[in-house]
Each structure stands twice: as structure tokens, then as C-alpha cells.
């Protein structure tokens, strides 16, 4: 109820995602509580490239510097405005699908309509769009 676009787009995402598909979706926090980062691979079952740092690294072993790469790279993924750059880490991670919220706007300062990805490189295809939810396929 409160972020009925996301929920939208999780609904698109548990339809039309193999379930083998990765996700890159804002990240903050190390606990639900925190916030509501993780709210779409939490609620597809989808594997993401990074959910809840803290737990990744307390919980499932991953180090601490992984954690902070990746960390580093998912903010950087949705900043730039180099297409190399966001080819390379959308590779590096294999990642299938690209989330834009209003939580991603907000964390990482991207404009409403997403602009800032869809023009950094012809390999983003929005497949969903509704209200402050978008979400890219990723076409190597």
C-alpha cells in the first residue's frame, strides 16, 4: 500500500523474470528497518547484486570489501553517464534487470523518468513502467 508502484513492478518481475534472473536495486542499510532497500529481491525471491551489506557479510561469510565493491559499484551503475562503465558492471554482475524506484531516485538523486540510464547506453530496454517505477532489461 505504501509504494504501490513498486509493487507493481514486483508483480511484472515474479511474471516475466526467469527465475535465474539478477536484479540491481538501490542499496542501504544493513536491516529492513533501515529502510525499504531489498524490497524486490526480497519480495520476488530474485537474487540481486547486493541486498543488506551487513548481512551479507555477518550472515553468509562474504567479505567485507566484496561487500563494500559492490556497494560502491551499485551507486556507481546508477550515476554514470559513461556507457562502458555501466556495461562493465552490469556484466561483472551478470545482472538481468535494472529497478528504478523512488527509492533509487531518492538515494542516488535520479530524475523521475529514469533519463539518466536510458540515455547512458542503447543496452537498457524499459520493459515496465508505471508512476515512479521503472524497470530495464539489460541486453548484453
Known sequence: ????????????????????????????GDYWTDGVFSRVSMATGLQAVLGWPGY???WHGANVQD???????????????????????LERYGVSYVVVG????????????????SSACDCLEQVFHQGSMTIFRFSH
Open 1 to 28: 500500500r505504501t509504494f504501490p508502484d513498486d509493487g507493481a513492478g514486483i508483480q511484472w518481475l515474479a511474471d516475466h523474470a526467469e527465475p535465474d534472473s539478477i536484479i540491481v536495486e538501490g542499496v542501504s
Open 56 to 58: 551479507a557479510a555477518q
Open 67 to 89: 561487500v563494500r565493491d559492490r556497494e560502491a559499484d551499485v551507486a556507481r551503475l546508477y550515476v554514470t553517464d559513461v556507457p562502458a562503465e555501466l556495461v562493465e558492471i
Open 102 to 117: 523512488s527509492i533509487e531516485q531518492s538515494r542516488y538523486g535520479i530524475p523521475t523518468d529514469a533519463a539518466i540510464l
